[in-house]
């Protein structure tokens, strides 16, 4: 269909774009904390929010989301990744959680992993987690074990990494003071920072699309190759 769901200060939107240049709002569902990340699944949206923690929303139906599941988080939900029957939420100064969305409408803690900065987002690849942790850099988690993940490897930074996107054996991340990263993780118990873009804002977000790096750069998007 034509409908894209993103999350906005105040929830989730459903959004009509049909019409590329000119998207409708068709429905919304409000979130107690500010909305950050979501990931569709088949008939359900799964999203992090600050001070709330993460939630599992019904959206068969497009015109009207529903409320599932919710489960309540300490500070600030920030990124998520999905993985089998798993969801994976960084979890600010709270590190990285595992939770079991066997049952959507019964979401359950699997498992806490502190961190040593703040877990601003993750992306899952394999057996291993990959966390943008603020000060501390990328942290690699083995989650072989959903019920008992560690730390497999890890590379400061010296910034502050705040988003991650992963193509093959690269991790691409966003930091605050330096720009863009591009990360080796062949081996990812010994991930080795490659390359580096120096870009004019403070980068936020980043997303591959085949050969391309797209970076949210504060007030511009920025495509790098």
Do not use: C, W
């Amino acid at each position: 269909d034509h409908h894209a769901f993103v999350t906005e200060r105040g929830g989730l939107v459903v959004l009509d774009v049909a019409d590329p240049s000119n998207p409708s709002q068709m429905a919304g569902f409000e979130t107690t904390g500010v909305a950050r990340a979501i990931q569709i699944r088949g008939d359900y949206a799964y999203l992090t929010s600050d001070h709330s923690g993460f939630h599992v929303v019904d959206v068969s139906d497009d015109f009207s989301p529903t409320l599932v599941g919710s489960l309540e988080m300490p500070g600030s939900s920030y990124g998520l990744a999905l993985k089998d029957d798993y969801a994976f939420v960084a979890n600010s100064e709270y590190g990285l959680k595992i939770i079991d969305i066997t049952s959507p409408t019964a979401p359950t803690l699997t498992a806490a992993l502190g961190t040593p900065g703040n877990a601003y987002d993750v992306r899952v690849q394999g057996d291993y987690a990959y966390v943008a942790d603020g000060e501390s850099g990328l942290l690699v988690v083995d989650i072989s074990d959903p019920e008992s993940p560690s730390v497999a490897g890890s590379l400061e930074l010296g910034g502050f990494i705040n988003a991650i996107a992963l193509e093959g054996e690269h991790a691409y991340v966003t930091d605050e003071d330096f720009g863009v990263r591009k990360i080796h993780i062949g081996d990812p118990s010994n991930p080795v920072l490659v390359a580096s873009f120096e870009t004019p804002g403070e980068p936020t977000e980043v997303v591959t699309y085949g050969e391309y790096v797209l970076v949210n750069d504060a007030f511009s998007i920025l495509v790098l190759r």
